[in-house]
């Protein structure tokens, strides 16, 4: 049982959902548990405030109150330790949460918390930069450029709808992967290392955290017309069956020599002219609900 929390909470993730962490504290409370709550705005103070948690000894889990970035730039921190993390789901898209069963009611937070079992998950680097749910080159990644975090804010969801519609607007552009040796031309590329991409919709049911691999979900569409179509199949989770579109499982994705490539890694834009993509050799303690680590569990003995 978990009783010593430290909560690195994102103030401008969720604004809306700020009652959601504040009933969970509560609940927290009555499980006998303490917390201190700091704040964090970016992904190089949450892996720090991680890893000073890691050397205090003084907590028995670190919890990102915060989006999947927050929950990145955590993990980032606390990985290669022992000291588990949890997550308290109020960003927007909230895909790690999804993915791994986490109840909306803060009651059933608040028990995960405390009493849910922490399974080992190996996450991903992009050129040394750890990820553990997607990393994407293209036109989501533009998009996300285009985002203003101050709709974001207010809108939820909802803010994305502009900046699509603007990179839609824009010529379409390609460019090279090569995925596992072999060389792919597409406008867009995700390259799931969870099932779920952009909340709940699952991309590629083959896929989990727990896999050995990724899938590149490869788009070749040079049309607008397209790019729309894919982004309905992801709405619809039938993106492996739509035209100009290839799912492949893969270990290494690489993007070389390239201008303009706009990449992000769980929902965080990130700019560079060559990235490598491979799974991490070191491991992250992941508090879970635990029907996910029974799930978990049977697929490990498979």
Request: with cysteine; glycine share 8%; proline share 4%.
């Amino acid at each position: 049982m978990r009783t010593r929390f430290l909560i690195i909470h994102n103030p401008v993730a969720g604004m809306r959902r700020r009652w959601m962490l504040r009933t969970v504290c509560q609940k927290l409370q009555e499980h006998g548990a303490s917390f201190t709550i700091v704040p964090a705005y970016d992904v190089e103070t949450d892996r720090r405030l991680a890893q000073q948690a890691v050397q205090s000894d003084d907590y028995d889990a670190v919890v990102a109150a915060g989006g999947d970035s927050t929950v990145r730039g955590i993990a980032s921190g606390l990985v290669g330790a022992k000291l588990p993390l949890g997550v308290i789901p109020i960003g927007t898209g909230n895909v790690l949460a999804h993915e791994i069963g986490i109840r909306r009611g803060p009651g059933e937070v608040a028990r995960c918390l405390v009493e849910g079992p922490s399974i080992s998950v190996r996450g991903a680097r992009a050129n040394q930069e750890p990820f553990y749910l997607m990393a994407s080159a293209g036109f989501d990644a533009r998009v996300l450029l285009r985002l203003d975090v101050k709709w974001k804010r207010r809108l939820g969801k909802f803010a994305y709808l502009w900046p699509t519609i603007r990179e839609l607007m824009e010529p379409v552009r390609s460019f090279e992967a090569t995925i596992d040796g072999a060389t792919h031309r597409c406008s867009w590329l995700i390259v799931a290392k969870a099932q779920r991409y952009a909340g709940p919709f699952i991309v590629v049911r083959d896929q989990n955290l727990l896999s050995h691999g990724f899938h590149a979900i490869v788009v070749k569409t040079e049309s607008r017309l397209g790019l729309i179509r894919a982004i309905v199949a992801i709405g619809l989770e039938r993106l492996g069956q739509t035209e100009h579109v290839d799912v492949l499982p893969c270990h290494r994705v690489q993007i070389a020599d390239e201008q303009d490539v706009t990449m992000q890694f769980d929902g965080e834009p990130f700019e560079a002219c060559q990235m490598e993509l491979s799974l991490d050799d070191e491991l992250l303690q992941l508090i879970v609900p635990e029907e996910f680590a029974a799930r978990a569990q049977l697929q490990l003995a498979a």
